[in-house]
């Protein structure tokens, strides 16, 4: 079998349509602000945020401007947090914007913690951490064993 010569390395960028900019706009600059994102271009008619690792565009929508859970395409977008903690305050910070919350913080699956919101559209967003009581029981392993 032949070996792949180009290989993934990470997600560079998602873009999606929005049906009110401004809006939209407003919501995800609150939310990458928080997030630790910065604004990285903004031409008018589309705007990107990025963390230095990934980025994340809107721009408005040219056809439909609804969107429904369950429908082809998009599901969901995962940000992933560097602890459980960041979670919660992802949740205390929605909370606190009136941003819908839709799963709270919680335990989903063994070790994988998250909260589910919606942006203005009804498009669903996740901050979660996964894997952070494995390291730990790991780290805790090591050190019995010296």
Known sequence: MARNKSRVVGIDHISIRVSDYEKSKAFYAKLFAFLGFELSDDYGTTIG????R???WIAPAEGCKTHRIGDVGFHH???ELRNRKDVDALQVFLEKERVRIVDPAAEYYDDYYAVFF?????????GMKYGEQLKRRRRKSLKNKK
């Open 49 to 52: 945020w990025t963390n230095g």
């Open 54 to 56: 990934t980025r994340y």
């Open 77 to 79: 977008y995962a940000f």
């Open 118 to 126: 919606l942006d203005p559209d009804g498009l669903k967003l996740e």
